[in-house]
């Protein structure tokens, strides 16, 4: 507009100066004088800059004296002067003989400043405005960069936050902008509602998506901001909720924000369509691919007649066959659902049909949006690169890589048209996330006051996913109570020599004081970690450290590590453990984990189990082999109420190879193994002190869990209830001092009510537990409170 504004200016300067103005009649002949004839002129005179000197004005206009130039070339000049964001006025003029270029230039920035910020600190919002010190000022970019900043607030809850901005003339054509902010209060999403749902009830649903009402932790939480990508993220979440229980013809029909202005409160509204829920009817596999047949793939199916409809099991099936046909030789094989409803029956029957794809290939992969995260973490999920035949479920396998990662928000990868008819750009967009994490939570136990346990502990951690955005996870823990130090530095390199296999150590140091004795513990691990299959994974390791045992001050007050008179009696099987002093333990080990666990965070469905083997004897003191397993089984029981069951299993054995087992190498009860009992509260005591049990070299384990909703209660809040069933045995122990009969198999029960927390210090439980069967020598805790975790 303002070049078209200038070349107009520019023609009637030229009609002044040929006296060509009379009348309308006059201005259309000089209209055609011109189009017929160039002007020319002897000199360019550059006026109005303080800055850019006039040869480069000059060389941006391209009129040269004593050359014909016409209207374009001084509306092409204007728009150039324009196009370098230099100028805030260009006005080009022809005075006789001479071209006059009259500028305005844009004024520079001195300092952008921020006033009443204290939710954002002010080098976030330097990086969210466009005007920077040293740069040009515009008015339209002051008014960007108050959308900038209001949205900047509106991303972290703050909708009602204002921004006014305001320019300081510094003179000699400088100015300070100064942005001034209102934070205001935090915007709450009041309430989140569901239309059209009757499978599953609003408190289900509401614990698929990402957006959560807001409540009194929802500072902490920080889940009840609003967004529209969230709100799209969430129609997904349903949408995939939905087809993995059967209903394949689910709908969001619409789902919407509405902010009341008043109380500064959203209600976010779905409104959906749940359909019929179908199962799997026939299955079938149609291969055109010679040598495939159906039978050779028939147990890679993971979809079965009678079978509740599950669109991921159809995906895992199309993955599972696309590997076995490419391992096959088939490098383009297609494999395609083919889905047949029967409306009446409310079946789905699902044809394979495995073809031969058409070639292509992949010329470039393109990856966007990661400024933090190195492109190489992102390229190395991919088992295809620039050349490799194109393969979509490798490249969806590669995206549920991504995203399981935990470094982006949202992973998209599409594909646009290569510079062949053959090939293709794969095209990688994410957006990414914080990664660093700060944790703090802590427990309560009445534990074992021989061994130095129970009582209020704490513990803190700062943990980065993505060090230096090179993929690489990082932690550094401490904590302790009363009577206990801990710390702890970890660091994993998850593609270790550009493979994909895992590596890293732990290093740490432990300190108990305890009634009798202290203890001191410094250790450390290397481990290499190596995925099998999706669900089936290994890792192994080489463990050493040194534990330094001595008597407490109350048993030994002069310090010459000899017992002497402590508060109460000692049993001998912890004065010969304690004299012994120092213990090096040297030992390998290797775990097996099957993981099929539908969400880590709070499971519903799948299988976690592991299994462990240690050998100790590599040099050291210790001298055994040590046998672990535990497996846990989820299962939802009732969907719609959202009630979940799980079944435990465990067991641990230990075998001296060389040396006598040590006390403190024997197996010990925890809140783990059985609750309702003390923390080393059963099994083999001690012949002349019952009340110190010494451990056992065999143990088995059992629990029966159902947990639900708590009633009343937000879901927002992360709280569930459960109840449980718990029965143990430790048996074994060849310590001369194990009382008769005590090591035998004797088996324990108890029965008790949880409260489970997701809170923000990570996932916490209150169990009180009731013993139903127990032996005389039993130390019984009713209560306990820890970290909830049964994998």
Known sequence: MKAGRHFVSAVSALALSTGLVASGAFAVQFAAVVAAQAAVVSSIDVRGNRRVDNAT???YVGIQPGRNFGPSDIDEGVKRL???????????????????IQVDEYAIVNQVIFQGNRKIKDANLSQAVQLKPRGTYSDSALEADTQSIRQAYSAIGRDDASVSARTIDLGDNRVNVVFEINEGDRTKIANINFVGNNAFSARRLKEVISTKSSNVLSFLFR???????RLRADEEALRRFYYNRGYADFRVISSYAELDETRNEYTVSFTVEEGDRYTFGNVSIDSTLEGVDEASLRSLVKTSPGKVYSAKDVEDTIIALTERVVGMGYAFAQVTPRGDRDFENRTISVAYAVDQGARTYIERIEIRGNSRTRDYVIRREFDVSEGDAFNQVMVQRAKRRLESLNYFTSVNVSTVPGSQPDQVYLVIDVVEKSTGEFSIGAGYSTGDETRGTGGVSVEGSVSERNFLGRGQYIKVSAGGGKNSR????????????????SAGFDVFRRTRNSTYYDTEETGATVRLGLPITRALSTQVAYNYSVQDYSYS??????????????????????VDAIEQGKWVKSSVSGTLLFNTIDNMNNPRS????????????LGGDAEWLKLTGRATYYHTLLAEQDVVALLSVGGGHIVETGRDLRLF?????????IRGFESSGIGPVDSTRPEDHLGGTTYFNATAEVQFPLPLLPESLGLKGAVFADAATIYGNSLPQVQAGS???????SIGASVLWASPFGPLRVDYAVPVVKEDTDEVQNFNIGISTRF
């Not at 324009?82 to 006059?100: H, P, Y």
């Not at 799948?606 to 299994?611: R, V």
Request: with cysteine; proline share 2%.
């Open 57 to 59: 004005i000059r060389e």
């Open 82 to 100: 324009f196009g370098t964001g230099l100028f805030a006025d260009v006005r080009i003029n022809q005075v006789g003989s001479t071209l006059v």
């Open 223 to 229: 889940d009840d901001l609003y967004s529209e990508d």
């Open 486 to 501: 801990d710390y702890g530095l970890s660091f994993t390199e998850p593609y270790f020599l550009g493979r994909r296999i």
């Open 553 to 574: 001050s109350d048993c030994d007050d002069n310090d010459d590590g000899i017992l002497g008179d402590c508060p109460g009696d000692i049993g001998q099987a912890y």
């Open 606 to 617: 799948g299988i976690y189990a592991t299994f462990t083997g240690e050998f100790a004897g």
């Open 665 to 673: 190498d024997y197996f010990q009860n925890t809140s783990r193994i």
């Open 743 to 749: 090591a035998d198999m004797n088996w324990r029960a």
